[in-house]
């Protein structure tokens, strides 16, 4: 009766821990295939609609989803290499561990979106809006001129709106005339990024790597800079907020 008890006891703790989650909970399937994918996005005559789906996993890189309305659609994993996104709708998609290298993305709505260890290098969100949760991201030569990644100050509930981007990788983006006011962006790597009229107030830049980069008339007013590398960021004398902020 002892080692009965025993054992269950240890079947019961196998459980809680997750030890039959491989085996008991396998991933569900996408809910289209590529090839699906592609026949939908030919039908021009309205917007193609794919308002959460699920499309985990599949490779829908080169496809034209330009104006696709992926509201709440689950990307995980998903290649989108080469896709064409502009003027799509993905707020509050899930994007994590994606590739989207050299995908077009500008004018897109990211609202509440996750794209948490995601790869955008050479992306273009141009012009596009983005709140959500962007940690471990790439955006190596990604170009994000005029998109706005400010916090929504009309929507601060319990969980406030805004862009957090925790060792995100931008060397060498374009962000000029960006809007990143109040994001978290703590140990950003922001080599030879263009930060040319960026709008970086209230952001949390600790620990974060200028070296190099552009920051000519950028306004860091009451930006957090702990530990930031701004020595060898060009451009400072014409930047606003340093003075109280930064030491060179």
């Not at 989650?21 to 090839?35: K, W, Y």
């Not at 789906?53 to 509201?71: N, P, Q, V, Y």
């Not at 709440?72 to 502009?86: I, T």
Request: hydrophobic residues 45%.
């Amino acid at each position: 009766m002892y080692s009965y008890m025993k054992r269950l006891v240890s079947l019961v703790v196998l459980f809680l821990s997750g030890g039959f989650a491989s085996h008991s909970l396998p991933l569900p399937a996408a809910d289209l295939s590529r090839e699906q994918v592609i026949e939908l996005s030919k039908v021009k005559t309205h917007k193609l609609n794919l308002k959460k789906k699920d499309l985990s996993g599949l490779d829908l890189s080169g496809i034209d989803l330009s104006g696709a309305d992926l509201f709440s659609a689950n990307l995980d994993g998903c290649k989108l290499d080469g896709a064409k996104l502009n003027g799509a709708t993905l707020d509050r998609a899930q994007i994590r561990k994606a590739s989207l290298v050299k995908a077009d993305l500008s004018t897109a709505s990211l609202y509440a979106v996750v794209l948490d260890h995601s790869d955008l290098t050479e992306a273009n969100l141009s012009n596009s809006r983005i709140i959500g949760l962007l940690n471990h991201v790439n955006f190596t030569r990604a170009q994000l001129m005029g998109a706005n990644l400010g916090a929504d100050m009309a929507n601060q509930g319990m969980a406030p709106a805004r862009i957090e981007m925790n060792n995100a990788v931008l060397t060498g983006a374009d962000l000029s005339n960006v809007n990143l006011r109040h994001a978290i962006m703590p140990n950003a790597n922001l080599q030879n990024a263009n930060l040319h009229k960026a709008q970086l107030q209230w952001a949390d830049l600790s620990r974060t790597d200028f070296t190099g980069a552009e920051i000519a008339e950028a306004d860091f007013s009451n930006a957090i800079l702990d530990g930031a590398k701004l020595n060898k960021a060009n451009g400072r004398d014409s930047a606003f907020g340093l003075n109280k902020s930064a030491k060179p």
